[in-house]
């Protein structure tokens, strides 16, 4: 079974900074799909970045980038100049590349406070 | 824009009482999710369902059935509501691609129960 482990309950940043979420996972398979997935305190889940296992080159949306070292079965997400908005729970998931309906595998969240 | 909604953000129940968590998506999706959100637990699918009718079991199904009577909705549904259930429920919808493994889930608002 796949398992997603995020060791950072908690991390703070100052507003225009950089911060680092932390992600490691455990799978057996080659080809998987890994997401950061962010939930502001109104708690509407939305999808930030993905990454697909066969890709080498780290995914990136805006302030938002991806170090995924397959390898290390590791997946932490930068954010650049950090803002207010970006004050949210943030999930690392797991999916396996497989066609059909497939669940997310959730590490335990990072909440991350922005501080102005 | 994808919309899931979900029909209370707040519900309170007494023990034993069944309980009824509906989800709508307006964007002809295949495939609906339920999970449940716990701190320091993340997110863990309860029940998914790929089509009308059809439902299939996740990792937490215990205490919990599903009803997928029509493609927009899924119910969740506590047959004899415990404390231990108390807890924020997602659903989540997604379109089933015919020629690609990855489908995008949309995440409802959330509902908090509480089972006193």
């Known amino acids: 079974a796949q398992t997603v482990t995020q060791s950072q309950p908690e991390m703070s940043v100052q507003e225009a900074e950089t911060v680092t979420l932390s992600c490691t996972y455990d799978?057996?398979?080659?080809?998987?799909?890994l997401f950061w997935y962010k939930q502001p305190p109104s708690r509407q889940m939305i999808l930030v970045i993905r990454?697909?296992?066969?890709?080498?080159q780290n995914a990136t949306e805006n302030r938002f980038s991806v170090n995924f070292q397959k390898a290390a079965k590791s997946f932490s997400l930068k954010i650049s100049d950090s803002q207010l908005g970006d004050a949210a729970m943030y999930f690392c998931?797991?999916?396996?590349?497989?066609?059909?309906?497939?669940?997310?595998?959730f590490g335990q969240g990072t909440r991350l406070t922005i501080n102005p | 824009d994808v919309k899931v909604t979900q029909s209370s953000r707040y519900l309170v129940k007494r023990t034993g009482e069944k309980v009824f968590l509906e989800c709508v998506q307006d964007?002809?999706?295949?495939?609906m999710f339920w999970y449940r959100q716990d701190p320091g637990l993340g997110l863990r699918l309860i029940y998914f369902?790929?089509?009308?009718?059809?439902?299939e079991k996740g990792d937490i199904p215990e205490g919990y059935s599903v009803s997928r009577e029509k493609k927009e909705r899924f119910s969740l549904i506590l047959e004899s509501a415990s404390t231990n259930q108390t807890s924020m429920y997602l659903c989540?919808?997604?379109?089933?691609?015919?020629?690609?493994?990855?489908?995008?889930?949309?995440f409802g608002p959330g509902t908090r129960l509480t089972v006193l």
């Open positions: 989540a919808s997604s379109l089933s691609l015919p020629h690609s493994v990855f489908d995008e889930q949309f």
């Open positions: 799978t057996s398979e080659s080809d998987y799909y």
């Open positions: 990454q697909e296992a066969y890709k080498q």
């Open positions: 998931a797991y999916r396996r590349a497989i066609q059909g309906a497939q669940k997310l595998v």
């Open positions: 964007m002809d999706h295949e495939n």
């Open positions: 369902s790929y089509d009308v009718k059809m439902k």
